[in-house]
């Protein structure tokens, strides 16, 4: 019988340094009339980051390489932290040569983690501005600043008999976090990952003796030897595919077919999908050009590039976090023009009160943006 999973969303230590609410307030009334034109947090921020009042900010305290390009970050958090359910992800606001750029990542630690720290796993992207950054520049000391755990690829309270895994790459972050907080409570799990080579399987070590030592069935599938992984292999690969609730997260490509096999078979509510990049359907390259009007620059905006990544390829700095469509971090009001939804195709307006998610959104002619 399965068990009830105990709850994780454990609050940080005690906002406030152990002082009562009302007399925090009070004292944080008092300090922001004293501090103005600074308000009291920013104070607060200067001499010691990771208290109560200063914004969420994390500094890093250890750096752990799992491959060459992958690195685990260790970060301990401030008090404001409310805490994770397993397969979460975090926003990380990191700065970049003076440019503060927000990405997402899955948070990997375990129920053992040091209390106060957290860790998230950075992939290094060829030409990536941030992982490039985390992977090969960024250690202890360094402030990170923090929105809260978020995301629903989690596993209910009450976790199914028998669970399939599907991961590649980077893809592995938030499965870890699933298995290394659960695995006493998940029955029977098959794990199913691809990689190159042995040596840059993410968590290798990790993965290995959860297989060995708590019984999880796993399948490294090296795909510099043994070729690019079908879906239709598991049939062979696992042949009960179809009665495990599957969590699938990796590559476009992989999760594409592999939502498309799951639909075909009439099982799409079994399947969970964590995707690092939008699904875009379609494509059409016309483009045009995008005026961000704050900034007062005009750029040649691509058809089918996002108008965060063509704003940002010519320096201007627009607000940003998943950069996948789900956080609303990136929406700016579109006064003119029309852009087009990379991931439906749908045409949207510009006007009065119209706010576009320039993450997902592609210019379809001539557009002004308030950017
Ligand atoms: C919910 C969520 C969780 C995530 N968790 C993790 C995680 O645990 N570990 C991790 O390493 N990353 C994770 N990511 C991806 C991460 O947020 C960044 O997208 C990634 O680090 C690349 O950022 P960058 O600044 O280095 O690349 P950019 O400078 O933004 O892009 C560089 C080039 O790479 C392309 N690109 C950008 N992102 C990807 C991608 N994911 N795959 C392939 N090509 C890409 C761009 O189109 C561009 O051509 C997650 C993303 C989401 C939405
Ligand atoms: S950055 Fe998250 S929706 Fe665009």
């Known amino acids: 019988m399965a068990v009830p999973l105990p709850s994780l969303i454990s609050p940080g230590p005690r906002a406030g ?26 104070y607060l921020g200067m001499i010691a980051p990771l208290t109560f009042g200063a914004d969420l900010q994390g500094r890093i305290v250890a750096r752990h390489p799992e491959t060459p390009d992958a690195t685990t970050l260790v970060i301990r958090v401030g008090r404001k ?139 490294e599938r090296h795909t510099d030897t043994d070729g690019m992984l079908d879906v239709a292999e598991l049939d062979d690969l696992v042949p009960d595919w179809r009665f495990r609730e599957t969590w699938a997260c990796g590559p476009t490509a992989l999760l594409d077919a592999a939502a498309a096999h799951w639909e075909g078979a009439g099982l799409a509510d079994r399947f969970h999908v964590e995707r690092f990049r939008p699904a875009v359907v379609v494509v059409d390259d016309a483009g045009g050009e995008v005026t961000f009007t704050r900034a007062g620059t005009t750029v040649e905006a691509p058809g089918d590039v996002p108008i965060l990544d063509s704003g940002e390829e010519a320096g201007v700095l627009l607000p940003s976090g998943c950069r996948m469509g789900i956080c609303f971090g990136c929406a700016l009001p579109l006064r003119e023009g029309t852009v087009r939804d990379l991931r439906t195709g749908e045409l949207t307006e510009g006007g009065d009160g119209v706010r576009i998610q320039t993450c997902i959104s592609a210019a379809a002619g001539p557009c002004e943006i308030d950017g």
Not at 87 to 107: E, F, I, K, T
């Open 81 to 219: 932290w409310r805490g994770h359910v397993p397969g979460q992800y975090v926003r990380v606001g990191v700065d970049v040569d003076g440019v503060r750029y927000w990405r997402a990542y899955s948070l990997t630690h375990g129920p053992d983690a040091r209390r106060g720290t957290i860790s998230i796993t950075v992939k290094r992207l060829p030409g990536g501005r941030v992982s490039e950054h985390l992977v090969d520049r960024a250690g202890p000391g360094d402030l990170l600043v923090l929105d809260q755990a978020t995301g629903d690829f989690t596993l209910p309270t009450v976790p199914p008999g028998r669970i399939l895994f599907l991961t590649a790459g980077s893809g592995i972050t938030p499965v870890i976090a699933m298995l290394r907080h659960h695995v006493w409570h998940i029955q029977d799990v098959v794990v199913v990952h691809s990689a190159p080579r042995p040596e840059d399987v993410v968590f290798g070590p990790d993965l290995r003796a959860l297989a060995a030592e708590n019984g999880i069935h796993l399948i």
């Open 17 to 42: 340094g152990g002082l009562p609410a009302q007399m925090r307030g009070g004292l944080l009334r008092a300090a922001r009339a004293a501090t103005t034109p600074l308000l009291p947090s920013d």
